[in-house]
């Protein structure tokens, strides 16, 4: 991580009101009404100098417990909404949803590094939006359907395959590995079967150089946008415009070969998209968002999985003899075996409880001024507020989830050790922003989850560390977590080792036996729908 990622939140928080706020800044001031509770602070400065240094999800969590569910900052004027409890979140995000799904403005983001508003998962509410929402239910309802199961299956036993090379030394680069082809398959036909592929490499660069220009200090124009008026080739044009090339050349490849190159026989997410082109807007375009969505989620979802696996490993055998006595031992579960095993699936809920993948949310920010009822009071919501939806508060609700920092999935069962009804979560986060891939991702988990827990016993290396000399600590505290520090609101555990030592002989045997027979040509496994006559 680099030095100037670490000068963690407030100037991020500042960036990311950004605009934003300075367009609703009069209106909301000049609106009145009790606003939700919060720290006391300074005259007109208001609670800016005590926002942390770093782990801001931390420091969110403790205000949502001191002052509840709905908690009110005020950041030199600017306002900020803290939400931290389910009723709170259903309440404001979801209920007003039309009123608080708008995104903060970042003026160098807006006006060079995506001018075109293809970044429709940053943009603010618009018709862009709007169609990339639609389309994207559209895929969503194929992967309901299980027409990306074949694919997602196949990546989850190569990555047993690699598992089993060897012994879990890299696995940490094979759950981004495995995160990052199964997207790249079915968005653009692009399978990556070593992690090393060079279009692979380019997309997460990109992402990496993305997510750069989002911080506050990428230009002097978020904090100084009058700046903006000097004509001529200042830095942050340049930079932008270099990017914008770069990551334009790379999306019109992976969507040109996708539609009609060598993935053409596929179905992939980048061919629906360029089907609805119209002369008037080109869909294809909005296919860059996916690959920064869904890569680093699900991969940390999974690596966050194996933390909880070598942290808290008491639930392992009830697990494993669950998978066990439904697949039997002479194949690998697959996804016709998820009703029967509601254990797996707790597994996947409590690995997004345990330690969400984005801790305070992406911020929403609301559009109209709003009266919200909360615990019998009316607060008042200025227009322009920036609202965190605190996954990292809610996951962690004094007394609805016992023993709150164990991965515990049997919290999510009855006593019959079926799945509980009533599940809610905000991992995904909420309203007209919610996750639109959240069923892909929940297909991702399940399968490669079931497949590691039945093929492998993960453990804990004893081998010591190689920083210290002493025995590996692992630890899932805020310290042992990268994503609040990296800006880009995903939550990673940093690299540890772990041991994924095979259950048995004929276990090896069955999994490279299926590897070796497995469908692996993509056009079979996303076939095209067939034409109707
Ligand atoms: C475990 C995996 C994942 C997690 C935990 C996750 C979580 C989230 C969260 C918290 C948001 C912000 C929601 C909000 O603002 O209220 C989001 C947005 C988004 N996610 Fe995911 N995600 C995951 C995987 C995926 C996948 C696989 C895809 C695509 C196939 C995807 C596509 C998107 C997009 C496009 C948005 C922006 C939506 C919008 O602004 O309207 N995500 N995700």
């Known amino acids: ?49 005590q926002v942390p240094g770093e782990h801001l999800a931390s420091y969110f969590r403790s205000l949502c417990e001191e002052y509840g569910g709905l908690v009110s900052l005020n950041l030199a004027g600017f306002p900020v909404i803290l939400v931290g409890d389910m009723k709170a979140a259903k ?56 027409k990306t199961e074949a694919i997602q299956q196949f990546e989850a036993l190569l990555t047993v395959q690699h598992l089993l090379d060897d012994g879990g030394k890299n696995w940490y680069k094979h ?19 070593t992690g090393e592929e060079p279009d692979l490499k380019e997309v997460i660069e990109c992402i990496a150089e993305f997510v750069h220009l989002c911080t506050p200090s990428a230009s002097i124009i978020n904090i100084f946008p009058f ?53 008037e807007g080109d869909q294809r375009r909005l296919m860059n968002q996916f690959a920064g969505a869904a890569i680093e989620t699900t991969a940390l979802a999974l690596q966050t999985f194996v933390l909880g696996a070598l942290i808290h490993p008491e639930w392992i055998p009830r697990a494993q003899k669950e998978i066990d006595a439904v697949v039997g031992l002479d194949r690998l579960p697959t996804f016709a075996d998820r009703t029967h095993l509601p254990y797996v699936e707790a597994l996947v809920r409590e690995t997004l409880r345990w330690r969400p993948a984005a801790r305070f949310g992406v911020p929403h920010m609301s559009t109209a001024d709003d009266v919200v009822e909360y615990n019998g009071q009316e607060y008042f919501i200025p227009a322009g507020s920036i609202v965190f939806g605190v996954a990292w508060a809610i996951e962690h609700e004094a007394g609805k989830y016992e ?25 995904f986060g909420f309203g007209r922003r919610v996750c639109p891939g959240a069923p892909f991702a929940e297909r991702s988990l399940w399968i490669n989850i079931a497949m590691i827990l039945w093929t492998f016993n993960v ?71 067939k034409e109707k006559h």
């Open 1 to 49: 991580m680099d030095p100037q990622s670490q000068q963690l939140t407030l100037a991020a928080v500042a960036a990311l009101l950004g605009a934003g706020v300075f367009l609703s800044y009069s209106r909301s001031r000049s609106a009145g009404g009790k606003r939700p509770p919060g720290p006391p602070g300074l005259p007109i400065l208001g609670n800016i100098f």
């Open 91 to 146: 309440e404001v995000l979801e209920k007003r949803s039309a009123k608080f799904s708008s995104r903060p403005l970042v003026p160098y983001i807006r006006h060079h590094v995506d001018p075109t508003k293809a970044y429709w998962g940053v943009c603010e509410q618009n018709e862009t939006h709007n169609i990339a929402r639609r389309l994207t239910a559209g895929l969503m309802s194929a992967v309901r359907q299980g």
């Open 403 to 427: 023993d709150r920092d164990r991965f515990l999935p049997e919290r999510f069962l009855d006593e019959k050790g079926q799945l509980k009804p009533g599940y809610e979560t905000s991992a």
């Open 459 to 529: 453990k804990r290396s004893d081998k010591p560390d190689p920083k210290t000399g002493l025995p590996f600590k692992y630890d899932s505290s805020d310290a042992a977590f990268s994503g609040e520090a990296r800006l880009d609101f995903s939550n990673a555990p940093f690299e540890f080792p772990a041991v994924f030592e095979p259950r048995s002989a004929q276990r090896v045997e069955v999994a490279r036996r299926e590897w070796a027979e497995c469908e692996k040509d993509l056009n079979v496994l996303l076939p095209q729908p």
């Open 227 to 279: 700046l903006d008026y000097i004509p001529g080739p200042m830095p942050w044009r340049t930079r932008a415009r270099a990017y914008r090339a770069r990551e334009d050349a790379l999306y019109d490849k992976l969507v040109e070969e996708a539609v009609s190159g060598k993935a053409s026989g596929m179905n992939t997410w980048a061919a629906t998209f360029a089907r609805t082109d119209k002369p």
């Open 175 to 193: 759950m981004n590995r495995l995160a990052a082809s199964a997207t790249l398959s079915v968005a653009f036909g692009l399978h990556c079967p």
